[in-house]
């Protein structure tokens, strides 16, 4: 498409809109009802007609200043003011202060076969007066078979619906106008509102398996495009929700923050950073294995980083999660008490799938969370087929994808063996996939985490060893034994013989090392005594030599002397001492 092309489009002129203010449904009319025309709701008994439409009478007033008239055929005023008083509409006060106008018209059927003659003129006035006193902007009918329920005469009844509908378009005023539904299939039972209707909305109300769902379809709507598919709906204190969400297109923003998982050794497998902000989470395995644990230490660290969660509890209620979380090092109460931790705990047979969606949806838009945790998802199956659950849960990861909210999902794995795929069948949808799973060995069972997906990341493929103590949640590094790979008490009776192993080591190298001491202390011992004795030896050698020599001078001294004496000579000097 051309700018030219575009800009002509935005110049043509689009039909007006008249916001309802009901949750959802302005997203799926794309901007409200056909302003100035009528609008036909249809259904059966029950589904939400007469609500819908005082909810956009008292949305108008509160939301857009715009005063309504809400004529009933069937019930009374005083019934309706009380009816929706639940609901926290005060159409009394709406009243007094001349911003609603409620009127109830009775029409008996033996009245108008006495007079033989039947046509709106006199509702018209009356219709026409109730618009003119306020200035309503806004008109509700209800129902339209009790206005023509005493008319058998095909040709009039048509005709007078035609005027009806002339006439509230010649007031100017954006009508809603409620139908039963008809015989074999048919929207209406006189099967002509449809046609003159700008805009029809059929609401059904189906049970199946004992539960009850609401459901929505906008069946035409002319002069706009709008949603065509079935949208659940919701009634409940805050009155009517919508679900708009549908087949959102997969253009959605991503981020590259990374989120923390609560466990530091977690975040490590996943590249040291955890998961990414607005990815959706899948923790998988049997019974007992720890994925409650798991979701609320994520809970646990959303909240720490002063972030919102919102936790979906469809097994334990909050006080039990609470209290269990304890014995593992976590109080989540403080968080439930300052505003970051809400829980919403039902069971999944409360409503159906259509209705859970409705309700979570309507939940994140109220509280607008940054993490949400749905523990677990497998107890949905009790209320509908696994492909139902899967639809479900698309449409789910999509709406929280689109508004950048990160997800952790946990499911029961109702088999040990490890599948392709969840019994959910949602593995393939999620971003991170962690699977915990129990290690029988050695007469004990233990836990092992491992990553079987992670999208845009690099992460561990090791099996660890998943810890759950009263200090917390911990994963072990892969322990390889000399018989593979080791677990629980085995791998700490491992690591016990190897620690003794190692003390007994360092003694035996420590007492030879004594040994060595001793014998080197001995042999210097021995080396000092005969050093000791090598110099006794050598001086009592020394001093024989001494005395040998000092007795051959004293001899040779002796022999001069005699010599010398023999001849007559005196002595002249002494005998020298030889050194």
């Not at 609320?296 to 979380?325: D, G, H, V, W």
């Not at 109220?366 to 139902?388: A, R, W």
């Not at 699977?435 to 029988?440: K, P, T, Y």
């Not at 051959?552 to 030889?578: A, L």
Request: net charge neutral.
């Amino acid at each position: 498409m051309t700018k030219s092309h575009k800009k002509q489009q935005t110049n043509f002129k689009t039909l007006p809109k008249t916001p309802t203010g009901i949750n959802g449904l302005d997203e799926i009319t794309d901007g409200g009802l056909p302003t100035g025309r009528p609008t036909l709701i249809c259904g059966e008994a029950g589904c939400g007609k007469t609500l819908m439409s005082l909810e956009f009478i008292v949305r108008g007033v509160t939301l857009f200043n715009e005063p309504g008239v809400f004529m009933a055929f069937e019930e009374k005023t005083d019934e309706l003011a009380m009816n929706v008083a639940s609901l926290g509409f005060d159409l009394y006060k709406l009243q007094e202060e001349k911003k609603v106008k409620l009127d109830h018209v009775h029409i008996d059927r033996s009245e108008i076969e006495e007079t033989g003659e039947y046509d709106l003129e006199g509702l018209f006035i009356r219709l026409g007066h109730a618009i003119d006193s306020i200035g309503a902007k806004r008109v509700v009918l209800d129902t339209l078979e009790n206005l023509f329920s005493g008319l058998n005469n095909q040709t009039i009844l048509r005709a007078e619906l035609r005027r009806l509908f002339t006439f509230l378009k010649n007031k100017g005023v954006t009508a809603i106008i409620t139908g039963e539904k008809g015989d074999g299939g048919a929207l209406t039972r006189q099967g002509l509102e449809e046609y003159v209707s700008d805009c029809v909305i059929l609401l059904d109300h189906r049970v199946i398996n004992q539960i009850s769902t609401r459901r929505l379809r906008v069946v035409k709507y002319r002069g706009s495009q709008h949603g065509t598919n079935e949208y659940p709906f919701l009634i409940d204190e805050d009155g009517i929700s919508v679900l708009p969400v549908t087949s959102l297109g997969l253009e959605k923003a991503v981020s590259s923050k990374r989120v923390s998982s609560g466990i530091p050794a977690l975040d490590d497998m996943l590249g040291g950073q955890g998961f990414f902000k607005g990815s959706s989470i899948l923790v998988s395995g049997t019974a007992g294995t720890g994925k409650t644990s798991i979701g609320a230490y994520f809970a646990a660290e959303t909240c720490k980083q002063k972030k919102k969660c919102l936790y979906f509890a469809f097994e334990e209620s909050p006080n039990q999660i609470i209290r269990n979380m304890r014995s593992i090092n976590i109080d989540l109460q403080p968080y439930v008490n300052n505003g970051l931790l809400r829980f919403h705990a039902s069971r999944p047979t409360l409503y159906g799938l259509e209705m859970h969606l409705v309700a979570i949806y309507k939940l994140i838009k109220q509280f607008k969370p940054d993490t949400v945790i749905l523990d677990p998802i497998t107890n949905l199956i009790t209320v509908g087929s696994v492909s139902e659950v899967k639809s479900m849960l698309v449409r789910l990861i999509d709406f929280l994808q689109n508004e950048q909210i990160t997800v952790m999902f946990t499911a029961l794995s109702l088999n040990t063996v490890v599948n392709e795929q969840t019994d959910e069948g949602v593995s393939s949808l999620v971003d991170t996939w962690m699977l915990v799973r129990d290690i029988e060995h050695n007469g004990e069972r233990n836990r092992g985490l491992y990553i079987m997906k992670s999208r845009g990341m690099k992460h561990s493929n090791q099996v660890r060893e998943f810890i759950i103590t009263d200090k917390g949640l911990d994963l072990v590094d892969v322990y390889l034994g000399p018989e593979g790979v080791l677990t629980g008490s085995a791998r700490q009776a491992q690591q016990l013989k190897e620690k003794t192993g190692v003390a007994l080591r360092d003694f035996a190298v420590s007492r030879k090392d004594k040994e060595i001491m001793r014998k080197r202390i001995m042999l210097e011992a021995k080396i000092s005594n005969l050093q000791a004795e090598f110099e006794s030896v050598e001086e009592e050698l020394n001093r024989i030599y001494y005395e040998d020599e000092l007795k051959q001078q004293i001899m040779d001294k002796n022999r001069d002397e005699i010599t010398k004496m023999r001849r007559g000579v005196k002595e002249e000097s002494p005998i020298k001492k030889k050194k």
